[in-house]
C-alpha cells in the first residue's frame, strides 16, 4: 500500500519518498512478474483439493502417493506450496482440540 505513495517524477526524490514512506527502493524498481499457473498446476490443485476435502486428514506425504496412485507424479514441495497458497482456505487449517479449564496443552496432547 505504502508503494502507491511514491511516484517518479515529483520534486520529492525517489530516494526520499522512499525514506519517508520505510519502503525499500528495490520494491519501488522491482518489476512484479504475475504468476501464471499452467493447466497440470491447475489440475494438481483440484485433485489436492478433492482429495483433501475426502480425507482432511492427509498431509502433503500422503498426498503425494494419493497423486502417484492416480498416475500425476508430484514433488512434496508442490504439495506443501499448495497448502500454503490456500492457507486462507478454511479446510487447511488445522485447530488442535480444545483445552478444557484446569487442562494444560501438553496434557491434552498425551490424551490423544
Known amino acids: ?5 511514491i511516484e517518479s517524477g515529483e520534486a520529492v526524490a525517489v530516494v526520499q519518498q ?8 528495490a520494491t519501488i524498481y522491482a518489476q512484479q ?3 501464471v499457473l499452467d493447466e ?3 489440475l494438481h490443485r483440484r485433485l489436492i483439493d478433492e482429495e483433501y476435502t475426502r480425507h482432511p ?7 503425494v502417493v494419493f497423486l502417484g496412485r ?3 507424479t ?6 506443501v506450496r499448495h497448502e500454503v497458497a490456500c ?4 479446510h487447511f487449517h488445522r485447530r488442535e482440540p480444545p483445552v478444557s479449564p484446569g487442562e494444560s496443552r501438553s496434557l491434552n496432547k498425551e490424551r490423544l
Open 1 to 5: 500500500m505504502r508503494r502507491a505513495w
Open 87 to 90: 492457507r486462507s482456505c478454511s
Open 33 to 35: 512478474k504475475p504468476v
Open 70 to 72: 492416480t498416475g500425476h
Open 40 to 42: 497440470s498446476e491447475l
Open 18 to 25: 522512499c525514506l519517508l514512506a520505510g519502503v525499500s527502493r
Open 74 to 79: 508430484v514433488n512434496r514441495k508442490r504439495v
Open 57 to 63: 486428514f492427509y498431509g502433503s506425504r500422503r498426498m
